[in-house]
């Protein structure tokens, strides 16, 4: 038994067949592990000591499928064989049900033989003989069997066997003792990808994927399956959708380490290599449970995957969780030492299973997988990594002439000094951003070769060095004075008095605008006086002035501070005018009219401000610096959102994102694609918006923003995700970006709504009591807010309320509806008590709960309040906010009264006529006459549903035609067709003149037609 098991019951054996079932029962819903398995060796003592050979089959049946489902695979033989022998020795001891499940067993054992290197080849060919046999005289199909083959075959590497068995297990009929469908399908798509089919893989597995065939591990599996081919289809999005749905059903599985490893080969192949060593960390255990040798092996082989790819990337000495058992306990490793244990572990597995094949399949495809390579350079996930993987930043593009780039697989020959400075120049001449990085590589070039540059390069390498991203801003001020006197010395003065205002901008981002406007109050003179001498160009002379305009408008406070920074704006445009026609100067122009955007933004002028920054955009268009247009586009794009034109808001940020792939700095694509998704989602195109806040969240990530900006993307993602149906990633991103989220940082109505997003997403999943912890935590906070928030506390607890009725939880759920009811009341929401009262009555009929007449009684309080409501209710008030399950109508506030009214007598009619347990025509006279009665009854307040319905008008159409139904079926169980086939033709009637099919109107019709032809059937026959 599992060292984990604790010591047997002392109560002895079970009382009866039908507690031991209920103990296994609970047992089963335990999570995978040795904990359940524990449990199931317990219950078999207890079975044993019982002496009854019915509790010791069921008691073995039960232990055979917890060991099955766990990482002590390997126990599953030895209780099995004696479950054969019993059912050889006794087989009247088996009922039919303990019958099919033996031989649904034999598929286990012998598949499962395959993933044990100590068992000989022999002994499984023998096993399935047996099989084979054993099937063939119980009369069941060979198409478990041919199954069984195909897994043998298939894994010591015979292509033919397995191919002949492959198509004799899919020409064989299926049975009972057939796989589910969803795990043949998984098997059969598996074997076409193994063969290089891809497209016909995901043919297979599209009705498991799709949610038509499933079962308690499908699509979990499948999903993990699908992500390679996938990939290699180029149908990224699918697969990283697979992969974010598949890991949420994995994660907490025991027994789904092979799927998992899945999981983290996606993450290796696709640049997310940081995000398969927080797999790793997240079941350490993993690499090293020895119950079921393939699938560690697999898992091992994956993660010497990974490793090899974080050790290419330099990252071999980083931290890593590593195997907790053979060795590793207690010991700290680095990507490197697991990349090599993972190796050396897998192989050995591998040899072992070759060592018992005769074969070298299993060494072969080992080696192939730890040896695969990327599948997509960078497929953004939008999930928070901890350790981001920073990759290098993308070459410059080549200046204008540049030599080509060597061949594919020609060795790239490394660029001299020479060269590296001659290409600065040109991206300077150009203007270009990537300017900064030629400098820095030519400056380190001629470090590494010990050469002397020119005092004019090494003016140009400072500059450049104090525009560089990395460099602090307490340092940037320094090295434009350093630069300017290096000019000075090369004897450009221009380009001094240049280097000289930028220092004192320096000084100004730095926070110390006064000192900032006094330093740049000479270099503008200066820079003046030498363009008249005509010692500096009009450009150089432009640029001084736009930097003292630039700290005015950092300083501009106030009207007086205001006046100044548009009168420094207004120079830098008096003095640019005459020299329009050159580029450069023009470049200043634009920055000029951005600044003076800036200025009419800042006084309110919005649509002042947004015509300016067009014209900033299409001057440094003009001037041939388009990516110099990026904050301009930008800020016009977050004023035309703010003015409503969402086009403009659009072609601005898309430009925008365009230019500044110049830049490729991180956090300045975080925020594009942020801001891009936010006018995409604001126009409807979640699925396009999607794809930017995918991008935002992996760049915040890299800029090392991942609480700030990559919390604001995931939060924006998730909601998006929600709203395209796709829930299972919407919930894995909702929860990660819970992870960074604050109601401090963010505001409490950030994480509110995420919880609320991820309670909707979770129910939609049928985790219906996780939903109800999200919403519970959001109303807490919500529970504070003023009136106007407080609904949002009221529907929070409604939601709660709902997600706990869903998951069964009927006491919880009671109390939730009856605190939600409260909330309603306090803010008069009479409609939304009437909803709570209602839950609550049909809560009060589940088992355990309050009764039938606690049931009628919450329904008749609901009445009660509803006239009340009524008799002081003027027709024309407004209408109630609708809330999930109420009646939508167009009319006031007595109106939506009148027609919670009416939907009030339908469920008072329904309760009751459900809460009886017999029918007006049960056999028994007595149970007869008592539902007759409730039916009458119940008629009387749906046909009351009806006139109120019918009263309304269009609007309650559906409404009114559900309660002709309804009241039609109790018509005809009371024995009249001819009201029931009168019921029927009204609703007919309804739909008559409707030329629109929806879902609802159709099913009625449907229902209504049905309706007649019995109520015609029932008359004829009386």
Same mark, same amino acid.
């Given at each position: 038994?599992?060292?984990?098991?604790?010591?047997?019951?002392?109560?002895?054996?079970?009382?009866?067949?039908?507690?031991?079932?209920?103990?296994?029962?609970?047992?089963?819903?335990?999570?995978?592990?040795?904990?359940?398995?524990?449990?199931?060796?317990?219950?078999?003592?207890?079975?044993e000591?019982?002496g009854?050979?019915?509790?010791?089959?069921?008691?073995?049946?039960?232990?055979?499928?917890?060991?099955?489902?766990?990482?002590?695979?390997?126990?599953?033989?030895?209780?099995?064989?004696?479950?054969?022998?019993?059912?050889?020795?006794?087989?009247?001891?088996?009922?039919?049900?303990?019958?099919?499940?033996?031989?649904?067993?034999?598929?286990?054992?012998?598949?499962?033989?395959?993933?044990?290197?100590?068992?000989?080849?022999?002994?499984?060919?023998?096993?399935?003989?047996?099989?084979?046999?054993?099937?063939?005289?119980?009369?069941?199909?060979?198409?478990?069997?041919?199954?069984?083959?195909?897994?043998?075959a298939?894994?010591?590497?015979?292509?033919?066997?397995?191919?002949?068995?492959?198509?004799?297990?899919?020409?064989?009929?299926?049975?009972?003792?057939?796989?589910?469908?969803?795990?043949?399908?998984?098997g059969?798509?598996?074997?076409?990808?193994?063969?290089?089919?891809?497209?016909?893989?995901?043919?297979?597995?599209a009705?498991?994927?799709?949610?038509?065939?499933?079962?308690?591990?499908?699509?979990?599996?499948?999903?993990?399956?699908?992500?390679?081919?996938?990939?290699?289809?180029?149908?990224?999005?699918?697969?990283?959708?697979?992969?974010?749905?598949?890991?949420?059903?994995?994660?907490?599985?025991?027994?789904?380490?092979?799927?998992?490893?899945?999981h983290?080969?996606?993450?290796?192949?696709?640049?997310?290599?940081?995000?398969?060593?927080?797999?790793?960390?997240?079941?350490?255990?993993?690499?090293?449970?020895?119950?079921?040798?393939?699938?560690?092996?697999?898992?091992?082989?994956?993660?010497?995957?990974?490793?090899?790819?974080?050790?290419?990337?330099?990252?071999?000495?980083?931290?890593?969780?590593?195997?907790?058992?053979?060795?590793?306990?207690?010991?700290?490793?680095?990507?490197?030492?697991?990349?090599?244990?993972?190796?050396?572990?897998?192989?050995?597995?591998?040899?072992?299973?070759?060592?018992?094949?005769?074969?070298?399949?299993?060494?072969?495809?080992?080696?192939?997988?730890?040896?695969?390579?990327?599948?997509?350079?960078?497929?953004?996930?939008?999930? /928070?990594? +901890? &350790?981001?993987?920073?990759?290098? =930043?993308?070459? %410059?593009? *080549?200046? @204008?002439? $540049?030599? #080509?780039?060597? !061949?594919?697989?020609?060795?790239?020959?490394?660029?001299?000094?020479?060269?590296?400075?001659?290409?600065?120049?040109?991206?300077?001449?150009?203007?270009?951003?990537?300017?900064?990085?030629?400098?820095?590589?030519?400056?380190?070039?001629?470090?590494?070769?010990?050469?002397?540059?020119?005092?004019?390069?090494?003016?140009?390498?400072?500059?450049?060095?104090?525009?560089?991203?990395?460099?602090?801003?307490?340092?940037?001020?320094?090295?434009?004075?350093?630069?300017?006197?290096?000019?000075?010395?090369?004897?450009?003065?221009?380009?001094?008095?240049?280097?000289?205002?930028?220092?004192?901008?320096?000084?100004? /981002?730095? +926070? &110390?605008t006064d000192?900032?406007? =006094?330093?740049? %109050?000479? *270099?503008? @003179?200066? $820079?003046? #006086?030498?363009? !008249?001498?005509?010692?500096?160009?009009?450009?150089?002379?432009?640029?001084?002035?736009?930097?003292?305009?630039r700290?005015?408008?950092?300083r501009?406070?106030?009207?007086?501070?205001?006046?100044?920074?548009?009168?420094?704006?207004?120079?830098?445009?008096?003095?640019?005018?005459?020299?329009?026609?050159?580029?450069?100067?023009?470049?200043?122009?634009a920055?000029?009219?951005?600044?003076?955007?800036?200025?009419?933004?800042?006084?309110?002028?919005?649509?002042?401000?947004?015509?300016?920054?067009?014209?900033?955009?299409?001057?440094?268009?003009?001037?041939?610096?388009?990516?110099?247009?990026?904050?301009?586009?930008?800020?016009?794009?977050?004023?035309?959102?703010?003015?409503?034109?969402?086009?403009?808001?659009?072609? $601005?940020?898309?430009?925008?994102?365009?230019?500044?792939?110049?830049?490729?700095?991180?956090?300045?694509?975080?925020?594009?694609?942020?801001?891009?998704?936010?006018?995409?989602?604001?126009?409807?195109?979640?699925?396009?918006?999607?794809?930017?806040?995918l991008?935002?969240?992996?760049?915040?990530?890299?800029?090392?923003?991942?609480?700030?900006?990559?919390?604001?993307?995931?939060?924006?993602?998730?909601?998006?995700?929600?709203?395209?149906g796709?829930?299972?990633?919407?919930?894995?991103?909702?929860?990660?970006?819970?992870?960074?989220?604050?109601?401090?940082?963010?505001?409490?109505?950030?994480?509110?709504?995420?919880?609320?997003?991820?309670?909707?997403?979770?129910?939609?999943?049928?985790?219906?009591?996780?939903?109800?912890?999200?919403?519970?935590?959001?109303?807490g906070?919500?529970?504070?807010?003023?009136?106007?928030?407080?609904r949002?506390?009221?529907?929070?607890?409604?939601?709660?309320?709902?997600?706990?009725?869903?998951?069964?939880?009927?006491?919880?759920?009671?109390?939730?509806?009856?605190?939600?009811?409260?909330?309603?009341?306090d803010?008069?929401?009479?409609?939304?008590?009437?909803?709570?009262l209602?839950?609550?009555?049909?809560?009060?009929?589940?088992?355990?709960?309050a009764?039938?007449?606690?049931?009628?009684?919450?329904?008749?309080?609901?009445?009660?309040?509803?006239?009340?409501?009524?008799?002081?209710?003027?027709?024309?008030?407004?209408?109630?906010?609708?809330?999930?399950?109420?009646?939508?109508?167009?009319g006031?506030?007595?109106?939506?009264?009148?027609?919670?009214?009416?939907?009030?007598?339908?469920?008072?009619?329904?309760?009751?006529?459900?809460?009886?347990?017999?029918?007006?025509?049960?056999?028994?006279?007595?149970?007869?006459?008592?539902?007759?009665?409730?039916?009458?009854?119940?008629?009387a307040?749906?046909?009351?549903?009806?006139?109120?319905?019918?009263?309304?008008?269009?609007?309650?159409?559906?409404?009114?035609?559900?309660?002709?139904?309804?009241?039609?079926?109790?018509?005809?169980?009371?024995?009249r067709?001819?009201?029931?086939?009168?019921?029927?033709?009204?609703?007919?009637?309804?739909?008559?003149?409707?030329?629109?099919?929806?879902?609802?109107?159709?099913?009625?019709?449907?229902?209504?037609?049905?309706?007649?032809?019995?109520?015609?059937?029932?008359?004829?026959?009386?």
């Open positions: 038994m599992s060292t984990d098991a604790p010591a047997p019951s002392p109560a002895g054996p079970p009382a009866d067949i039908f507690a031991f079932r209920q103990a296994m029962h609970d047992n089963a819903q335990e999570p995978e592990g040795p904990g359940r398995n524990a449990g199931a060796e317990r219950l078999l003592a207890e079975a000591r019982s009854e050979a019915a509790f010791v089959v069921e008691g073995l049946i039960h232990l055979l499928q917890t060991y099955n489902f766990s990482s002590e695979q390997d126990k599953m033989f030895v209780p099995f064989a004696r479950l054969l022998r019993m059912w050889d020795e006794r087989p009247e001891d088996f009922d039919e049900e303990d019958t099919h499940r033996l031989f649904w067993m034999f598929k286990w054992v012998s598949s499962g033989m395959t993933d044990q290197p100590h068992i000989p080849l022999a002994a499984m060919e023998k096993w399935l003989g047996e099989m084979e046999r054993r099937y063939r005289l119980a009369g069941h199909s060979e198409r478990a069997v041919r199954q069984a083959e195909y897994h043998i298939e894994h010591v590497g015979d292509d033919a066997r397995a191919a002949r068995a492959y198509a004799a297990w899919r020409a064989a009929e299926r049975d009972a003792t057939s796989d589910c469908h969803a795990c043949e399908l998984r059969q798509g598996s074997w076409e990808a193994g063969h290089g089919d891809d497209d016909a893989a995901l043919e297979l597995w009705p498991v994927l799709g949610g038509v065939h499933t079962c308690a591990h499908e699509p979990h599996a499948t999903l993990a399956e699908s992500l390679l081919p996938l990939l290699r289809l180029g149908r990224v999005d699918e697969a990283r959708s697979n992969h974010l749905r598949g890991h949420r059903m994995v994660r907490r599985m025991e027994s789904m380490r092979f799927a998992f490893a899945r983290v080969e996606f993450c290796a192949l696709t640049g997310n290599e940081a995000r398969g060593l927080e797999l790793l960390a997240e079941r350490p255990a993993y690499l090293a449970d020895r119950g079921e040798p393939s699938s560690l092996m697999a898992y091992l082989a994956v993660t010497a995957l990974l490793t090899r790819r974080l050790a290419g990337l330099g990252l071999g000495a980083e931290p890593v969780v590593g195997p907790p058992e053979a060795g590793g306990a207690g010991r700290e490793w680095t990507v490197a030492e697991l990349g090599a244990y993972a190796e050396r572990e897998a192989l050995a597995l591998a040899g072992r299973f070759d060592a018992r094949n005769g074969t070298a399949a299993v060494s072969a495809g080992v080696r192939e997988r730890m040896a695969r390579e990327p599948l997509a350079e960078r497929l953004p996930l939008g999930l /928070r990594v +901890g &350790r981001p993987v920073r990759r290098s =930043a993308p070459p %410059a593009a *080549p200046a @204008a002439g $540049a030599a #080509a780039p060597p !061949a594919a697989g020609a060795p790239a020959a490394r660029p001299g000094v020479a060269e590296l400075l001659a290409s600065a120049r040109e991206l300077t001449e150009a203007r270009r951003p990537d300017a900064v990085r030629a400098w820095a590589d030519a400056a380190r070039a001629a470090v590494q070769a010990g050469t002397e540059l020119p005092v004019r390069d090494r003016a140009e390498v400072a500059a450049h060095r104090a525009m560089h991203p990395d460099t602090a801003d307490g340092e940037v001020a320094a090295l434009f004075g350093t630069a300017a006197g290096l000019f000075e010395t090369a004897g450009d003065p221009g380009q001094a008095e240049v280097a000289r205002a930028r220092a004192a901008f320096a000084l100004a /981002r730095e +926070g &110390r000192d900032a406007l =006094a330093a740049v %109050a000479e *270099p503008c @003179a200066r $820079a003046l #006086a030498l363009h !008249a001498e005509g010692r500096a160009t009009a450009a150089e002379a432009a640029t001084a002035l736009i930097c003292r305009a700290i005015h408008t950092m501009g406070d106030g009207a007086s501070g205001t006046a100044d920074s548009a009168e420094a704006v207004a120079a830098v445009a008096d003095f640019a005018a005459p020299y329009a026609d050159d580029p450069r100067v023009a470049g200043r122009i920055e000029a009219y951005e600044l003076q955007a800036e200025l009419a933004a800042r006084r309110g002028e919005r649509e002042a401000a947004a015509a300016l920054y067009e014209q900033a955009v299409d001057g440094y268009a003009a001037a041939g610096v388009p990516w110099y247009a990026v904050r301009a586009q930008s800020a016009l794009g977050g004023i035309a959102s703010r003015l409503g034109d969402r086009g403009t808001a659009e072609r $601005a940020v898309r430009g925008a994102l365009e230019h500044s792939a110049v830049h490729a700095q991180p956090a300045g694509q975080a925020g594009l694609h942020l801001q891009l998704a936010d006018v995409l989602c604001n126009t409807g195109r979640d699925g396009e918006g999607a794809e930017h806040l991008e935002a969240a992996l760049w915040a990530d890299e800029a090392g923003d991942s609480a700030d900006t990559g919390a604001w993307a995931r939060h924006h993602l998730g909601g998006a995700l929600l709203r395209l796709r829930a299972a990633e919407a919930a894995a991103v909702l929860e990660d970006a819970l992870a960074d989220l604050s109601a401090d940082q963010h505001g409490e109505g950030a994480v509110v709504q995420t919880r609320w997003w991820l309670g909707d997403a979770l129910g939609r999943l049928g985790e219906h009591k996780q939903a109800a912890e999200q919403y519970v935590l959001a109303a906070i919500a529970a504070h807010w003023p009136r106007d928030g407080a949002d506390h009221a529907m929070l607890a409604t939601l709660a309320a709902q997600s706990l009725s869903a998951g069964e939880l009927d006491t919880q759920a009671a109390r939730a509806y009856e605190r939600a009811g409260a909330l309603w009341r803010l008069g929401d009479v409609p939304a008590v009437i909803r709570t209602r839950a609550r009555a049909w809560l009060a009929l589940r088992p355990e709960q009764g039938t007449a606690a049931g009628r009684a919450l329904m008749a309080e609901a009445e009660r309040e509803l006239t009340a409501a009524l008799a002081t209710t003027a027709g024309s008030g407004g209408q109630d906010t609708a809330e999930p399950g109420g009646t939508q109508v167009r006031g506030r007595r109106d939506v009264l009148l027609a919670e009214l009416a939907a009030t007598h339908r469920q008072t009619g329904d309760l009751i006529t459900a809460a009886v347990g017999s029918t007006p025509h049960d056999p028994d006279e007595s149970a007869a006459g008592a539902a007759r009665t409730a039916y009458e009854e119940g008629l307040h749906v046909v009351r549903a009806v006139t109120g319905f019918a009263e309304l008008g269009p609007d309650c159409r559906d409404e009114y035609t559900g309660a002709q139904l309804l009241a039609a079926w109790l018509e005809a169980d009371l024995g067709p001819g009201a029931a086939a009168r019921r029927a033709r009204a609703v007919l009637a309804a739909y008559a003149d409707d030329d629109t099919a929806t879902e609802t109107s159709e099913s009625r019709r449907d229902e209504a037609q049905a309706l007649l032809n019995y109520a015609g059937t029932e008359a004829a026959g009386s």
